[in-house]
């Protein structure tokens, strides 16, 4: 299995344009989650799905910033408009069945909004 | 609510050395606990687990933790580090089976000389 797979890896930006971050989780996981990694709030969790609904969007910090899941093996993270203060490392993981018992992450998207 | 406390940004060990890194949560029943390891540009991997049981948990590449609760910790040790254990460790919990938030600490950088 390829694992986890975000793209792009590295996305720079100017303040005020859309961003948009993709994710395709492991086949066969029926959990998604997308985080985000600050040096100061450290790794945070955004949103997560289960089989493409979304339960929690709880820690997605503003309107500006929407989460999608059409299908099983694809998901997306829309920042519109994007500020400075957005620029951090955003990370997609998937699961299995239970939550707890192990999470796989992708190898983040570097975002830089200038 | 949930809280973990990872007390060293950054530990710096000679290759060989013994390692401990320390990791104190806040939680008021039994916590799930993971370790998890971030290599520079990559996402995080699960180093080990404890859900119940014996509380000295093995995991993988050598290292292992111990749950204590009378301390609020689950400190993790390696008996002799390898050039290759350079990376972020980070430490998380959870409150238990069928929760989806996963806390996690700011991390503790590791470096190793030579």
Known sequence: DAGVIQSPRHEVTEMGQEVTLRCKPISGHDYLFWYRQTMMRGLELLIYFNNNVPIDDSGMPEDRFSAKMPNASFSTLKIQPSEPRDSAVYFCASSPGRYNEKLFFGSGTQLSVL | ?114
Do not use: M
């Not at chain 2, 320390?22 to 520079?40: D, E, H, I, K, M």
């Not at chain 2, 919990?93 to 989806?100: E, K, P, R």
């Open chain 2, 1 to 114: 609510a949930q809280s973990v406390t990872q007390p060293d940004i950054h530990i710096t060990v000679s290759e060989g050395a013994s390692l401990e890194l320390r990791c104190n949560y806040s939680y008021g029943a039994t916590p799930y606990l993971f370790w998890y390891v971030q290599s520079p540009g990559q996402g995080l991997q699960l180093l080990l687990k404890y859900f119940s049981g014996d509380t000295l948990v093995q995991g993988i590449k050598g290292f292992e933790a111990e749950f204590k609760r009378s301390q609020s910790s689950f400190n993790l040790r390696k008996p002799s580090v390898h050039w290759s254990d350079a990376a972020e460790y980070f430490c998380a919990v959870c409150s238990g089976a069928g929760s989806y938030q996963l806390t996690f600490g700011k991390g503790t950088k590791l470096s190793v000389i030579p």
